[in-house]
């Protein structure tokens, strides 16, 4: 275990240059609390790549995107897995770990895409399309990974869909995810409204292999393809990564897309003059902490409430209280893991 000194040097190497001394003093106090109670109350600590940076160079035994973090969750022996992300990761450690307490350190970290959709809505889409199998995006709540074949994250979505073999595919719900991999796959997608489906794909008269959903998270949705060409005029040699919940347009005239973690890789191994990512402000934070020979360029006006809502502070009550407890009930768990499963399986 490091000493408070120790974890004040590791955030001083870090981010003395944006971070002021007196206030990674503050930080490094908080990560040795958390450090301690960790090791007494044999916990383990994910943090996801959006963290902000103090909490991402801290106090997580593992971070990285929502695939990698599945992956630890369902590896770890501890006894309490501290979910440093929001509401919907903490649920699919559950599930994955159903013997394990799992918190998350704040109840208000939820997700525009889990709030876009409901299982009732995935009976309906069943009940329109039968025998279509069902993709849904790791975004989700466990009732609606329940009614879900498959489960998929941003670093694996092409990946899933091509393993179906299937002529058509149910996609949930990020439009702007479903949008990208039919791009990628040429596949060509309809969006039916709640209840409806369009005239013409019931009738058969229209060609369509993905079956989307009007979900967006409500900070990838913000990129523009102005906001690209605004800022390739001013620095012409820029590359550009968005993540594949922007629309397709914008991952169209960027110059590289994936998931975080594909992001930050891609960032580390291949050198260019400078970089923009367009996602959540504080990941590039991080990536600039950790690569200080790299120029990164900020958008940061577009930034995730529900990420925002997990810091030190309220990670060490985490720990103290034992909130926010996450439970998922067992029937929905049972037919939720097979989707997480399946994935994991791809
Ligand atoms: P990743 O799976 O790429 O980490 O993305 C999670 C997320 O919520 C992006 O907004
Ligand atoms: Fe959800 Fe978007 Fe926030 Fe990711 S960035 S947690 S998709 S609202």
Redesign the pocket.
């Known amino acids: 275990m490091k000493s408070k000194d120790e974890l004040y040097a590791v955030l001083a190497k870090k981010l003395s240059h944006i971070v002021p001394e007196s206030e990674l003093v503050i930080k490094a106090g908080l990560a040795w609390e958390i450090q301690k109670l960790k090791a007494e109350k044999n916990a383990v600590i994910l943090g996801h790549n959006?963290m902000e940076p103090a909490l991402f160079h801290s106090i997580p035994d593992f971070t990285g995107d929502s695939l990698e973090l599945c992956r630890k969750a369902a590896e770890t022996d501890k006894d309490i897995i501290v979910f440093c992300?929001?509401r919907?990761m903490g649920e699919t450690a559950k599930i994955l770990n159903p013997d394990k307490k799992v918190l998350v350190p704040s109840p208000k970290?939820?997700?525009?895409?889990?709030e876009s959709i409901t299982a009732e809505d995935v009976r309906n889409l069943r009940k329109q399309f039968p025998g279509v199998p069902v993709v849904t995006y790791i975004?989700t709540y466990a009732d609606v990974k329940a009614e879900s074949d498959v489960c998929c994250t941003s670093g694996n979505a092409y990946r899933v869909v091509e393993s179906l073999q299937s002529d058509k595919v149910i996609f949930l719900p990020?439009e702007y995810l479903a949008g990208n991999v039919a791009k990628d796959t040429g596949k060509t997608i309809i969006y039916p409204t709640k209840k409806v489906v369009p005239k013409s794909a019931r009738n058969g008269n229209l060609d369509y292999q993905m079956i989307g959903w009007h979900g967006r998270?409500?900070?990838?949705e913000l990129f523009t393809v102005e906001d690209i060409t605004d800022v390739r005029r001013q620095f012409p040699d820029v590359v550009i990564l968005a993540h594949p919940?922007c629309s397709p347009e914008v991952t169209g005239a960027s110059d590289f897309s994936g998931s975080t973690s594909e992001m930050i890789a891609y960032v580390r191994d291949v050198n260019a003059p400078r970089y923009l990512l367009l996602?959540?402000c504080s990941m590039g934070d991080n990536i600039a902490a950790e690569n200080p020979q790299k120029e990164m360029l900020r958008l940061c006006s577009h930034r995730?409430?529900?990420?925002q809502e997990i810091t030190l502070e309220d990670t060490l009550k985490a720990l103290q209280n034992e909130q926010y407890v996450i439970e998922v009930p067992e029937d929905i768990r049972v037919r939720a893991l097979q989707a997480v499963e399946r994935m994991i399986a791809i």
Not at 109 to 114: F, N, V, Y
Not at 217 to 220: F, G, L, N, Q, S
Not at 304 to 307: F, G, L, Q, S, T
């Open positions: 959006y992300g929001v919907f970290a939820g997700c525009s895409l889990a975004n990020d998270c409500e900070v990838h919940e996602t959540e995730c409430p529900h990420m």
